[in-house]
């Protein structure tokens, strides 16, 4: 294959990831609390085809070697960390984080050995469920199970027969059936630091990289120790996802058209090995 | 052998290598401050054709090449189009940097009163490898890494005024920053407070600006970074330089996907014309060698 036949692969290539991104964007459009992702292209490294000194004749504009691109391939991905607008829903389990806030949740994983670990990984997504244990008490989960943590590190029990009520500092109160409200625990909060080191795990979550010092990543948060909390918590609610449609489906014929042009010059490229190849005959 | 194989081969393999470069430019049509590149061909040298006959003075017929070759790839450092993204970590050069008695055209070049031409300085982020070398690029498609350091798609670290990383770190606090707010200065602030950001020896911290005053100087490393050649020119944009840096937006190659599009069916036709020719000396040899001195019965 020559140059130009390796230089549209490569970037064929890359095209086809930045394709899977706008799919993956397009199709989590009613996800709540999705945040939209995206990448830019960058240049491949270059070649550089070294001249000899007697290359350096009068008018010469550029240093002595002449440099070939070789294609482009995809940046690593970034997420738009905007807040999505909130969809009211009047359901009690149902929570929205206004600011760049996340809700900590306990992921509990069992390994092919069968060893069972616990970590706390993020989301914002706060459709959460009161989720029973194999005894019938009730916790505060997430659409998938994981359970929601409190400040406490420990996740929170609703008592049969309770409600919940959740203020704006994101703690969290059992209303029984007369009326009496007893505060049960305070939703564990965390600030975004670095909003570009945070991985996504799946089921809507993201954890901090591995190796990173606690707090670095994500802070933990107490909107009850600020006078004037910039993450709030908002019951009753949900996060929309902050894709927006219109600017993917323009992304979309972007990259479609791209590929295209590509694919052409992939094309002729070929066209010049066929040459080449007759010409003997 | 006829020379004409040779000649056209050294066309065939020319116009392959600006295919190449065609192509490349073509690949980078969304690359972020990426600039297209012109192959610049040239002929071989030229010979000179003498006759010689028997008894006589050699005369000479005239002057001959025999071939042509690639000689450079020359980018083309106009300003690409800025396009919006509003993620808080991309930024995007705007520069018309006017050097006084000269006139830019729109593409980038002035004729200085004796015939020579001189290209328009351009100015560029500068960046950081790993081993302390310093980069020169146009594409801003910044991130935050886990140091707090603001750094290329790469891991180039970008330098800030003084020659330091940048590291996002509130002024008031020394905590980590999420978010920062840049002027068209390249200024730091910290959005909430409005705060200027410091750097290490407590001055005020500024995207460092450079301002390359022969653009042609510098080499395409990849990854959207130059190196400039050794004993190239490159001082600090001063504040009269009409350079603005605009965050949220990423500054479009500046491939024309039009003009690229027939550069390649031009190269490919040309390529095709030089095989022709091979093709045709190939049958004037075949003559020569089956055809001359057969005797047809």
Redesign the interface.
Request: aromatic share 6%; net charge neutral.
């Given at each position: 294959m020559n140059a130009s036949e390796l230089n549209s692969l490569a970037s064929m290539h890359g095209l086809q990831q930045k394709l899977n991104i706008i799919s993956n964007n397009i199709a989590n459009v009613d996800t709540v609390g999705y945040k939209s992702k995206d990448a830019e292209f960058q240049t491949v490294l270059t070649s550089l085809m070294s001249q000899p000194k007697g290359f350096q004749l009068q008018g010469r504009l550029t240093p002595l070697g002449v440099s070939f691109g070789n294609g482009v391939k995809l940046a690593p991905q970034q997420m738009d960390a905007s807040e999505g607008s909130l969809k009211v829903t009047d359901q009690a389990t149902d929570l929205a984080i206004q600011g760049d806030g996340l809700f900590a949740v306990n992921v509990h994983s069992t390994d092919a050995a069968g060893n069972v670990t616990d970590r706390t990984a993020w989301t914002r997504d706060g459709s959460f469920k009161l989720t029973p244990d194999a005894q019938g008490n009730r916790y505060l989960g997430t659409a998938q199970g994981h359970l929601v943590l409190g400040t406490s590190g420990n996740p929170i029990q609703v008592p049969q027969g309770d409600t919940i009520r959740v203020d704006a500092k994101g703690r969290v109160f059992g209303v029984d059936a007369q009326g009496n409200s007893t505060q049960l625990d305070q939703l564990q909060l965390g600030k975004i630091l670095k909003p570009d080191a945070l991985q996504p795990i799946g089921d809507n979550l993201l954890e901090a990289p591995a190796g990173a010092a606690p707090n670095s990543v994500v802070s933990t948060y107490d909107p009850t120790q600020v006078s004037q909390p910039d993450i709030t918590v908002r019951q009753g609610a949900l996060e929309q996802s902050n894709v927006n449609l219109a600017q993917q489906m323009s992304e979309l014929t972007v990259v479609e058209r791209q590929y295209q042009l590509s694919a052409r010059a992939l094309a002729n490229a070929d066209a010049m090995m066929n040459m080449a190849s007759n010409l003997h005959g | 052998m006829l020379r004409g194989l040779y000649t056209a081969a050294a066309g065939?393999i020319a116009q392959?290598?600006r295919?190449?470069?065609?192509?490349?430019n073509?690949?980078?049509?969304?690359?972020?401050g990426?600039k297209a590149?012109n192959s610049?061909l040239r002929s071989f040298p030229e010979m000179l054709m003498l006759r010689l006959a028997k008894g006589q003075q050699t005369k000479p017929i005239g002057s001959l090449n025999s071939g042509v070759m690639?000689?450079?790839?020359?980018?083309n450092f106009q300003q690409g189009s800025l396009k919006q993204?509003?993620?808080p970590?991309d930024f995007a050069i705007q520069s018309n940097i006017q050097v006084s008695g000269l006139n830019f055209g729109a593409n980038g070049e002035a004729v200085k009163a004796n015939g020579s031409v001189v290209?328009q300085p351009q100015a560029y982020f500068t960046v950081q490898d790993g081993s302390g070398n310093h980069l020169y690029t146009r594409?801003g498609?910044f991130?935050?890494?886990?140091q707090?350091q603001l750094v290329t798609?790469?891991g180039y670290q970008v330098l800030g005024k003084g020659g330091n990383p940048i590291v996002l770190t509130d002024p008031a606090t020394g905590?980590?920053?999420?978010k920062v707010r840049v002027n068209a200065s390249g200024q730091l602030f910290n959005p909430?407070t409005r705060q200027a950001l410091q750097n290490a020896s407590g001055q005020p911290a500024a995207l460092m600006l450079s301002r390359i005053n022969s653009p042609?100087?510098l080499?395409?490393?990849?990854?959207?970074a130059y190196q400039l050649?050794a004993g190239a020119s490159v001082t600090p944009v001063n504040a009269a330089d009409d350079v603005s840096v605009k965050q949220g937006y990423?500054e479009q190659s500046n491939v024309n996907?039009a003009q690229s599009?027939t550069g390649?069916?031009d190269?490919?036709r040309m390529?095709?014309a030089n095989?022709q020719v091979?093709?045709y000396t190939?049958r004037s040899l075949n003559l020569a060698a089956n055809e001359v001195g057969k005797i047809n019965g």
């Amino acid at each position: 294959m020559n140059a130009s036949e390796l230089n549209s692969l490569a970037s064929m290539h890359g095209l086809q990831q930045k394709l899977n991104i706008i799919s993956n964007n397009i199709a989590n459009v009613d996800t709540v609390g999705y945040k939209s992702k995206d990448a830019e292209f960058q240049t491949v490294l270059t070649s550089l085809m070294s001249q000899p000194k007697g290359f350096q004749l009068q008018g010469r504009l550029t240093p002595l070697g002449v440099s070939f691109g070789n294609g482009v391939k995809l940046a690593p991905q970034q997420m738009d960390a905007s807040e999505g607008s909130l969809k009211v829903t009047d359901q009690a389990t149902d929570l929205a984080i206004q600011g760049d806030g996340l809700f900590a949740v306990n992921v509990h994983s069992t390994d092919a050995a069968g060893n069972v670990t616990d970590r706390t990984a993020w989301t914002r997504d706060g459709s959460f469920k009161l989720t029973p244990d194999a005894q019938g008490n009730r916790y505060l989960g997430t659409a998938q199970g994981h359970l929601v943590l409190g400040t406490s590190g420990n996740p929170i029990q609703v008592p049969q027969g309770d409600t919940i009520r959740v203020d704006a500092k994101g703690r969290v109160f059992g209303v029984d059936a007369q009326g009496n409200s007893t505060q049960l625990d305070q939703l564990q909060l965390g600030k975004i630091l670095k909003p570009d080191a945070l991985q996504p795990i799946g089921d809507n979550l993201l954890e901090a990289p591995a190796g990173a010092a606690p707090n670095s990543v994500v802070s933990t948060y107490d909107p009850t120790q600020v006078s004037q909390p910039d993450i709030t918590v908002r019951q009753g609610a949900l996060e929309q996802s902050n894709v927006n449609l219109a600017q993917q489906m323009s992304e979309l014929t972007v990259v479609e058209r791209q590929y295209q042009l590509s694919a052409r010059a992939l094309a002729n490229a070929d066209a010049m090995m066929n040459m080449a190849s007759n010409l003997h005959g | 052998m006829l020379r004409g194989l040779y000649t056209a081969a050294a066309g065939m393999i020319a116009q392959q290598q600006r295919n190449d470069t065609i192509t490349n430019n073509i690949n980078n049509l969304n690359t972020p401050g990426y600039k297209a590149q012109n192959s610049e061909l040239r002929s071989f040298p030229e010979m000179l054709m003498l006759r010689l006959a028997k008894g006589q003075q050699t005369k000479p017929i005239g002057s001959l090449n025999s071939g042509v070759m690639m000689e450079e790839n020359v980018n083309n450092f106009q300003q690409g189009s800025l396009k919006q993204t509003q993620r808080p970590f991309d930024f995007a050069i705007q520069s018309n940097i006017q050097v006084s008695g000269l006139n830019f055209g729109a593409n980038g070049e002035a004729v200085k009163a004796n015939g020579s031409v001189v290209f328009q300085p351009q100015a560029y982020f500068t960046v950081q490898d790993g081993s302390g070398n310093h980069l020169y690029t146009r594409d801003g498609n910044f991130t935050v890494n886990g140091q707090g350091q603001l750094v290329t798609s790469d891991g180039y670290q970008v330098l800030g005024k003084g020659g330091n990383p940048i590291v996002l770190t509130d002024p008031a606090t020394g905590n980590p920053l999420s978010k920062v707010r840049v002027n068209a200065s390249g200024q730091l602030f910290n959005p909430n407070t409005r705060q200027a950001l410091q750097n290490a020896s407590g001055q005020p911290a500024a995207l460092m600006l450079s301002r390359i005053n022969s653009p042609n100087q510098l080499i395409p490393q990849g990854n959207g970074a130059y190196q400039l050649s050794a004993g190239a020119s490159v001082t600090p944009v001063n504040a009269a330089d009409d350079v603005s840096v605009k965050q949220g937006y990423l500054e479009q190659s500046n491939v024309n996907s039009a003009q690229s599009m027939t550069g390649l069916m031009d190269a490919l036709r040309m390529y095709q014309a030089n095989q022709q020719v091979i093709r045709y000396t190939d049958r004037s040899l075949n003559l020569a060698a089956n055809e001359v001195g057969k005797i047809n019965g």
